[in-house]
């Protein structure tokens, strides 16, 4: 098992990847952009009030999860491992 290789074709199929998530309906940028919110319901009722809470947020993608919970109130720290979608995020 070599986890260095694993890592890097883990991280190439994600870069490979955000292109098309970010261009697609799914992720619905401009619903985000007019709402700053893209939770889901059972996702703000399994967390209930974030406001002062700090929060990890594995996997953020680029990052409308971590910016919905922070506009929550929530202190968030986001990590991904696509290069190219931590790039989208500060778009």
């Known amino acids: 098992m070599d986890i260095e290789k694993d890592f890097e074709i883990n991280k190439e199929t994600w870069n490979t990847e955000t292109d098309i998530h970010y261009k697609s309906k799914f992720y619905d940028k401009q619903a985000f952009a007019k709402a700053r919110n893209s939770l889901k319901r059972c996702e ?6 974030v406001k002062g809470k700090s929060l990890l947020h594995l996997q953020c993608h680029f990052e409308q999860d971590s910016l919905s919970w922070a506009n929550n109130r929530a202190q968030i720290t986001a990590v991904y491992i696509s290069d190219k ?7």
């Open 44 to 49: 703000i009722d399994a967390l209930k009030d």
């Open 85 to 91: 979608a931590i790039e989208l995020a500060k778009l």
